[in-house]
């Protein structure tokens, strides 16, 4: 979905839209579940937050709308459906393909208020129907997110602003309702939201600095998303940043970040021992070393932020002892200058393994070669550009574009790539083209579902081209493709077809393991086996287990993107608040 003009010649956008959220709502009012499915072509989509249970659901066709509602309807009430007074919300009319009309709406229910955003097409019979719909759970009665500006300046007349934000840091060292563990792009986004939804956190790092996992990380690494995409929560960018954030730069707008929306964090800080939950209490026994001191915690919930990867995955080749060179993983990798005048093999090809070739080329590396053992998904920047552009557009609020970008079921966006491949690939001719000359096996992720499906699902196996296929092209990088390394040599790296390739280094860009391994040491198997699945796409193709209530109480997962971070932070917030209130473990887990 893009934010484009709107047409001149199209039928009238704002009479279609209240048509059809009059019908919408009424159905709603009067729990008719089948009334709500007929709202919607029979392949569309329904993406509820929140709204009718406690977690997030993606629902595609009318006969799951109806049983989805059947059984949550009738125990919330639904009312005050409304357009959204945002003017970037208002009725649009799209030529599509297909022609379309989209646009905001707001509701309340018994317990919340939320937001909602649709965009029609036009069935079979020409009326007007939706092909997405969400509604999006945006505040708890009662609980409603404030700024900081509003909390200062109600509270100002009650002494100085840092004698206030003493007292709230001494609260939440000594008493924090959440402790999250993990100063990323989600630690630190989601404690900036729970600060302002007045939830007393305190935030943990192993590191020395705030920023410090990406001053460690190579040298030349850069975002791969425009700045609007990972904008940090409350916090735009400068008009001078440049589109796609540098290592160092962003690392210290993590530190700037931290201390600009006021966060409680301790830096040099690790769960020490295993965390116990008492059921009784309704808390955790955490003991947490700091620095050289232990302190002793009781939080009713653990985030753990601490990213969706775990420790490098090394793979075990054999005769090791033979090979007179240097192995290394890619996260021992900084810099390429130490590396000029060698051959360097470069075991595996995604973004990482593409960006350690370019900066080995660059260098003056004698050969560099990367290995790839299977295939891979590859855009090019412009696109992906383009795209994410015409959603977070420049100069515009990014939450209208985190509205739209919520709204859109990732089922759904997997169903529409696969019924376009050949678009998809003709996307991408040119650079394709390039990458096939130097021997590069292309997909387009699984079952055809798109790089933003293979980033979800499996993280690996993609790389978004920055000038990578040209140096393939022209035989600076050279592929070795569809084999796999089985034993080092005194000359280099020996394949299971027999060939050879000669090294004076190999670099294994080989990915992570399993996040949940890192999490067993922390918890104990038990409790994460219990807790099943934090990351790829469940059946709905929605992300299991983070930022969503998982088997264990007081147990939560924040793991994704800056956009994910950005978003679904309220939404952890939002469950955490009803947990406290009681409202969970009610009979019918609802709004």
């Not at 053992?373 to 795209?387: H, I």
Request: net charge negative; hydrophobic share 40%; charged share 20%.
């Amino acid at each position: 979905m893009s934010l484009q003009v709107e047409h001149t010649e199209s039928p009238s956008a704002t009479a279609v839209a209240s048509a059809w959220l009059k019908t919408f709502s009424s159905a709603l009012y009067e729990s008719n579940h089948e009334a709500v499915a007929r709202t919607f072509v029979p392949g569309g989509w329904f993406r509820d937050l929140l709204t009718f249970t406690w977690d997030v659901r993606a629902l595609n066709g009318h006969e799951k709308i109806a049983s989805y509602l059947k059984d949550t309807l009738p125990y919330t009430t639904i009312s005050n459906v409304r357009f959204d007074k945002d003017p970037h919300f208002a009725p649009t009319y799209r030529t599509g393909p297909p022609e379309s009309i989209e646009f905001g709406f707001t509701y309340e229910s018994t317990l919340a208020w939320g937001k909602g955003f649709v965009r029609l097409v036009r069935g079979n019979a020409g009326q007007w129907l939706a092909l997405t719909a969400s509604m999006i759970v945006d505040d708890l009665k009662g609980h409603e997110e404030i700024s900081v500006d509003e909390d200062w300046e109600a509270q100002a007349k009650n002494g100085a602003w840092g004698d206030l934000h003493a007292n709230a840091k001494a609260q939440a060292e000594t008493n924090p309702t959440v402790l999250i563990v993990g100063a990323g792009q989600n630690g630190l986004q989601v404690a900036a939201r729970f600060r302002n939804m007045r939830i007393p956190t305190l935030l943990i790092d192993r590191t020395a600095r705030i920023g410090d996992n990406w001053r460690q990380r190579y040298k030349s690494l850069a975002l791969h998303t425009t700045k609007e995409h990972h904008q940090l929560l409350y916090q735009p960018f400068p008009s001078t940043w440049p589109c796609y954030t540098p290592r160092d730069k962003l690392a210290d707008w993590f530190e700037t970040y931290a201390v600009n929306q006021n966060l409680v964090y301790w830096t040099k800080s690790t769960i020490l021992g295993r965390p116990v939950y008492n059921k009784v209490r309704g808390v955790w026994d955490v003991t947490v070393q700091r620095d050289n001191d232990i302190v002793h915690l009781a939080p009713a919930h653990i985030v753990m932020a601490t990213g969706v990867l775990g420790g490098p995955y090394i793979p075990e080749f054999a005769n090791r002892e033979a090979f007179p060179g240097s192995v290394l993983h890619t996260t021992q990798y900084s810099d390429p200058a130490p590396f000029a005048g060698k051959r360097v093999v470069v075991v595996g090809a995604g973004n990482t393994a593409i960006d350690v070739c370019q900066d080995l080329v660059g260098a003056g590396a004698q050969e560099v070669t990367m290995v790839q053992r299977s295939e891979t998904c590859v855009v090019s920047r412009d696109n992906v550009e383009k795209r994410l552009r015409s959603v977070w557009v420049p100069g515009v609020d990014v939450a209208v574009g985190d509205m739209i970008n919520m709204s859109t079921p990732l089922g759904f966006i997997k169903q529409q790539n696969i019924a376009h491949q050949a678009e998809q690939w003709e996307q991408e001719k040119v650079l394709h083209a390039k990458l096939r000359k130097g021997g590069v096996k292309l997909s387009l992720g699984p079952d055809g579902g798109g790089q933003i499906i293979q980033i979800w699902e499996r993280l690996g196996g993609k790389w978004q081209d920055k000038g990578g296929a040209d140096l393939i092209e022209s035989g600076e990088i050279k592929i070795k493709q569809g084999v796999q390394p089985v034993s080092y040599s005194p000359n280099g790296l020996v394949f299971d077809d027999g060939s050879e390739l000669a090294a004076d280094v190999i670099m294994l860009s080989t990915g992570y393991i399993n996040m949940q391994e890192i999490n067993k040491k922390i918890f104990g198997a038990e409790v994460i086996e219990a807790v099943g699945r934090v990351h790829g796409l469940d059946e709905e193709g929605e992300i299991y287990g983070s930022y969503r209530p998982t088997k264990h109480p007081g147990l939560w997962f924040a793991g994704g993107d800056f956009y994910a971070a950005r978003t679904l932070s309220k939404q952890l917030g939002i469950l955490i608040i009803a947990s406290k209130l009681g409202l969970i473990n009610s009979s019918h887990s609802n709004l």
